[in-house]
Structures are given as structure tokens and as C-alpha cells.
């Protein structure tokens, strides 16, 4: 899957680019579908390696909301980027 194609399921989901406005620009965005986002993240991860800032982005928002599996995955990135950036690591 492509970075345009997550992208695109990520805006489906309710993720905007940062700084983009939402059709109601003039209150706070609607939260996306939280199994949607949740699965693109790691649908990114297992296929790219990473999670494109669309996506990360509607993760934060619904982790700020209280949503407990965007919360858990944030923190199993989180995670996996520090053991990532450990020298002396070997891949498990």
C-alpha cells in the first residue's frame, strides 16, 4: 500500500494534514473512526515501517480524547522508536 493510498484512508477516516482545515473550520474537528485509524497505523507499520502524519495526527486526536486502544498503540510506537534508536540492538 502507498504512503498517497494510507493518506487517502486516512482522510476518509476523518485525519486531516496539519494546518488543513475540516469542512466546519469553524469548530473543533469531528474524531475519526477509531478502529479505522488504529488499524491503518499499523497496516502502515507492518508495510512501511512507519506511520505517515496523517495518521499519527488522528491517533493524537483520539488518543487526547481518551479513546484506550489509540493510546495503546501510540505508546507501542513510541516503544518501538526507542528501541529502534538503541545502539547495539540487534532486529529480534
Known amino acids: 500500500m502507498t504512503d498517497d493510498r494510507l493518506a487517502e484512508l486516512a482522510r476518509a477516516a476523518g ?12 469548530g473543533a ?12 497505523a499499523i497496516q502502515s507499520v507492518k508495510q512501511i515501517g512507519r506511520v505517515p502524519m496523517p495518521i499519527r495526527d488522528a491517533l493524537s486526536r483520539l488518543a487526547a480524547s481518551g479513546e484506550p486502544t489509540s ?21 529480534r
Open 15 to 26: 485525519a486531516r494534514r496539519h494546518g488543513e482545515a475540516g469542512p466546519d473550520a469553524g
Open 29 to 40: 474537528l469531528p474524531l475519526p473512526d477509531a478502529a479505522l485509524v488504529v488499524s491503518l
Open 71 to 91: 493510546q495503546a498503540v501510540l505508546d507501542w510506537l513510541g516503544r518501538r522508536g526507542q528501541r529502534r534508536s538503541m545502539p547495539g540492538r540487534g532486529a
